[in-house]
């Protein structure tokens, strides 16, 4: 057995452990990150990255199959699925190829296997020991099914649907949250025929009330099909379908069925347990500073309870780093962390919903604001709307938004929600004419008792 000791070891290098590793590198701490696969994890080969890739792809078939609308005389031929499969594979390369590079020249010791944790700040990768002053764990997580419903054939997670090389002609989707409905939105503008099929009572569901309208009028005019407050029963799969059934005695025929009802943390087997670590349901519980119970021990990213996003993992990963050089960061505001929904149309927010402000704060104010009354949404023809939330007599607690692109206006949402900033802050701000922006810009005056381009 040999030894290698660091200021810093860090297991697991996706968005939270990679993040950590370049800014304590930065900071002048000695840094091994040990990696079982691919430097980037979930967020750049499995996750954000990819399937945005599809995205812009489905994007461009609407534009082609819409022209039209415009004018211009266009048509959808077809969707060349490798082509697709192969500008999504040349954008995850090329950013891998430049993580890989930051990581190397940041001076970070890039150790390629499977560690476990095996006590103290200690990581044990194919009989090598690496001990930190500190250690991060960082291990992500996997997509997660419903017991007894087994991936394999045509029954898919967002691993398996990222490398598929055909488009279905039928896709049933279990799950209206995030990946559900990007993945349904992908597949209808590619051509195929998509029911979604939620438990709960609306898609979307951890957004503001507000957002799941939209989106529900949005996918019904696009013909994506949707089944809310209906349990799944059970699916059967053969040479040519999969056939799925609901606790309504519904049975639905498919091509493939996507399993999108979230991801479980990657915690089994690797020595927490035995470490002693203090964990919930296989998540790692920690403090405010990203704290383990067990001593110079820290856990950033999708183990960690909260909202499974890469920035989110970003930015614990550089609170550790800034905490263990004595820096004292500011701990993350959870409903601070912009949130952003990328189907057709997109869903951004940050903050709390209506129903949340209520809860913490009793009265509360909105306001919403059509993006009828938006230029640059018209010459775009996309719909949707801004609703605002402020406590009575206080701040702005919530922004959300529906519409195309929106999800690029969430920058200037969260500076408002983050900041504390009043109605009366933000109306006077001048928002450049015609941009999607102004209709936040719109909204604000809306919400300050002076609107302008807004009806009733
Ligand atoms: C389909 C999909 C779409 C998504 N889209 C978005 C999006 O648009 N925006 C967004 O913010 N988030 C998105 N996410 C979520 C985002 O990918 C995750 O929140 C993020 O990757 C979490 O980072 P992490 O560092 O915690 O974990 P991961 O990225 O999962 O990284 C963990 C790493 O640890 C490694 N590892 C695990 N165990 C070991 C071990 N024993 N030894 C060595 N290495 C190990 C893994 O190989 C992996 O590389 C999406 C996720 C999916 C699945």
Excluded at 157 to 181: C, E, M
Excluded at 191 to 208: C, Q, S, Y
Excluded at 231 to 251: C, H, I, K
Aim: overall charge negative; proline content about 4%; glycine content about 14%.
């Amino acid at each position: 057995m040999t030894d290698t000791s660091a200021d810093l070891v860090i297991l697991g290098g996706g968005s939270g452990g990679y993040a950590c590793a370049l800014r304590a590198a930065k900071l002048g701490q000695s840094v091994v990150l040990i990696e079982k696969d691919k430097l980037g994890g979930t967020c750049l080969h499995r996750g954000c990255i990819p399937t945005k890739a599809l995205l812009h792809a489905a994007e461009v078939a609407d534009s082609a199959r819409e022209g039209d609308q415009f004018g211009v005389k266009s048509s959808l031929e077809g969707i060349d699925i490798n082509g697709v499969n192969s500008y999504k594979d040349t954008v995850v390369s090329g950013l891998y190829k430049g993580l890989a590079g930051l990581v190397k020249h940041g001076g970070i010791n890039l150790v390629e296997g499977t560690g476990r944790f095996v006590g103290g700040t200690t990581v044990e990768v194919n009989g090598t020991r690496y001990t930190g002053k500190n250690l991060v764990l960082a291990t992500g997580s996997y997509a997660k099914s419903i017991p007894g419903l087994e991936i394999g054939g045509r029954i898919l997670t967002s691993d398996q649907a990222l490398t598929l090389d055909f488009i279905p002609n039928k896709v049933v989707v279990l799950g209206g949250g995030v990946i559900g409905v990007e993945f349904a939105s992908v597949w209808k503008s590619f051509g195929a025929e998509v029911t979604i099929v939620e438990a709960l009572p609306r898609l979307v569901p951890a957004e503001d009330e507000f957002a799941s309208k939209h989106v529900e009028r949005a996918f019904r005019k696009r013909g994506i099909k949707f089944k809310t407050g209906v349990r799944f029963a059970g699916a059967t799969q053969s040479d040519s379908g999969v056939t799925v059934s609901l606790e309504n005695g519904e049975q639905l025929e498919a091509d493939l069925l996507l399993v999108a009802i979230g991801r479980g943390p990657s915690t089994a087997n690797l020595g927490y347990e035995e470490a002693g670590l203090n964990m919930d349901r296989g998540f790692v519980l920690t403090d405010e500073k990203l704290r383990t119970n067990l001593p110079n021990v820290f856990a950033v990213g999708d183990i960690v309870p909260g909202l499974q996003l890469a920035h989110r993992g970003f930015q614990q990963g550089i609170l550790v780093a800034e905490e263990i050089a004595g820096l004292n960061p500011r701990p993350i505001d959870e409903a601070g962390i912009p949130r952003v929904t990328y189907c057709e149309p997109e869903v951004a927010s940050v903050g709390l919903t209506e129903a949340q402000a209520k809860e913490k704060y009793g009265e509360v104010q909105t306001i919403t604001y059509d993006l009828a009354g938006n230029g640059k949404s018209q010459i775009l023809k996309t719909k949707g709307a801004i609703k605002l939330v402020k406590a009575t007599d206080g701040p702005v607690v919530g922004v959300h938004m529906v519409g195309s692109r929106v999800g690029e206006l969430i920058g200037e949402g969260q500076l408002i929600y983050n900041w504390e900033a009043y109605a009366d802050d933000v109306a006077p701000l001048i928002h450049a004419h015609p941009t999607q922006n102004e209709a936040l810009g719109e909204a604000f005056l809306a919400l300050a008792g002076k609107p302008l381009h807004a009806h009733g």
